[in-house]
């Protein structure tokens, strides 16, 4: 029996809740009151969110399940497999693999365009040049006349299921309780699963995706290129039809297991956990004082709520369950997009006016990642913080006019998210 066929097995003997939110097509609603089966949604005490780079499911998922989408999520594809033809690695784990399997790491994507004086215009292909190929004459390059460049650094996915489970009225909210100065950027994008329907992105850089099961699709095809019932055709080499170097029939992934075991892995990923030891010394709580004095935590939100557990969301194709739903998170993050000075120029999903605008990183797990900032270029807490500017310029004006002890004792508050 082959993996993924062990995998939809495991699929199908999940608690009857999970399978019904994972594959009702419930009323289209994207963010509604009501559960699958049109009754008012309980709302329940709310707990917080389990916590843990230790491997071990966050309840959404049974362990055994977990662990067998696990092994999909590490698995290594070879052209036999499908890969590319243009491809930027082998395997999820690849970006994805910082401290445990599911973090982050140093591993960046190149998008390019060219900016008229008026918008963004994309290369034939699309703004996403793939590193590698199976053959090099469909080798990607930067065509000419393509002077906007942006690196992304790869992110950390620990938490993804309960960011999922937030509802749009919550992250509208956020947005309106901004001051005008600092309000983010609520943008609606495609839920590929859920066709014509729209939701808030929260998902990659520019929140061009509004779901887990989207982000792993349109990853698994940008980044390893592997084509799945949502997306079932290759990408092009600047362009130009890889058809001709292309032996496996498409979907690669025919039946949509794979798919579904990365998006089962995801939502079955703890919140990354603080390091408590380094929390409770007196500067790290003198710092998370600061933090919110100095305006960080106006797009750094500290703790969101998820949707009750019932809600119907990603335009009826999921229901919130009892392990994601009714929890509270501490991201220190919006998931709106800003502008802060750092906009890569590129536009994906969310329009022209996106174009300098970038989602707020999430701090949690921060201490985890030596690459700092959307593009890994910053290499230090302090250098990423004096990256900020426009819509976060005051925030840095007010850590740089603390005392050297003050700007310690935040960062040391950083140091130990």
């Known amino acids: 029996m082959t993996l993924r066929h062990q995998l939809v097995i495991a699929l199908l003997v999940l608690p009857a809740p999970w399978m019904a939110g994972a594959c009702s097509p419930g009323d289209g ?14 709302v ?3 707990t917080e969110a389990p916590t843990g780079f230790d491997g071990l499911t966050n309840g959404f998922a ?7 989408a696990a092994a999909v ?15 930027n690695r082998q395997s999820c784990r690849d970006c994805h693999n910082n401290p445990v399997v599911g973090g ?15 918008i963004f215009v994309e290369p034939p292909g699309g703004s996403l040049i793939q590193d590698r190929a199976i053959d090099p004459a469909i080798q990607e390059v930067v065509p000419p006349g393509n002077e906007v460049r942006a690196l992304r650094i790869s992110l950390n996915l620990f938490g993804g299921g309960f960011v999922e489970a937030i509802a749009d009225s919550t992250l509208a909210s956020l947005a309106a309780n901004q001051p005008a100065a600092q309000r983010g950027s609520l943008i609606q994008v495609p839920v590929l699963e859920a066709a014509g329907h729209t939701r808030a992105g929260r998902f990659g850089w520019k929140d061009q995706h509004p779901s887990l099961l989207t982000c ?9 290129g592997i084509t799945t019932p949502l997306l079932p055709v290759e990408e092009t080499s600047n362009g130009n039809s890889v058809a001709a170097f292309d032996h496996v029939p498409d979907p690669e992934d025919a039946d949509g297991s794979d798919l579904a075991a990365l998006t089962l892995f995801m939502r079955s990923l ?11 010394t007196a500067s790290a709580q003198r710092g998370s004082n600061l933090f919110n004095q100095i305006g960080c935590a106006v797009c750094h939100v500290r703790s969101i709520a ?8 990603n335009g009826g194709a999921f229901t919130v369950p009892p392990a994601l739903g009714d929890k509270i998170i501490h991201p220190l993050c919006d998931f709106l997009l800003h502008n802060i000075g750092t906009g890569d120029g590129i536009v994906q999903n969310g329009g022209q006016s996106t174009r300098n605008q970038i989602r707020t990183a999430c701090l949690w797990g921060v201490r985890t990642r030596p690459h700092l900032m959307h593009d890994g270029q910053s290499a230090t807490l302090t250098e990423a913080i004096g990256r900020h500017a426009n819509q976060a310029a005051t925030a840095r004006a007010n850590f740089n006019n603390l005392s050297a002890t003050s700007k310690q004792d935040v960062l040391n508050f950083l140091s130990s998210l």
């Open 73 to 87: 999520f590490t698995q290594i594809e070879d052209v036999g497999d499908g890969l590319g033809p243009v491809y």
């Open 270 to 280: 703890k919140a990354p956990p603080v390091d408590a030891t380094r929390a409770a």
């Open 44 to 46: 329940n005490a709310l």
């Open 62 to 68: 049974t362990q055994a399940a977990m662990d067998e």
């Open 306 to 313: 998820t949707a009750p557990a019932g809600t119907v969301i």
């Open 216 to 224: 792993a699709a349109v990853e698994y095809l940008d980044e390893i």
């Open 29 to 42: 609603s994207s963010d509604g009151s009501t559960d699958v089966h049109g009754a008012e949604v309980t």
């Open 104 to 118: 982050s790491s140093d591993v960046t994507e190149l998008r390019v365009g060219h900016f008229n004086g008026t």
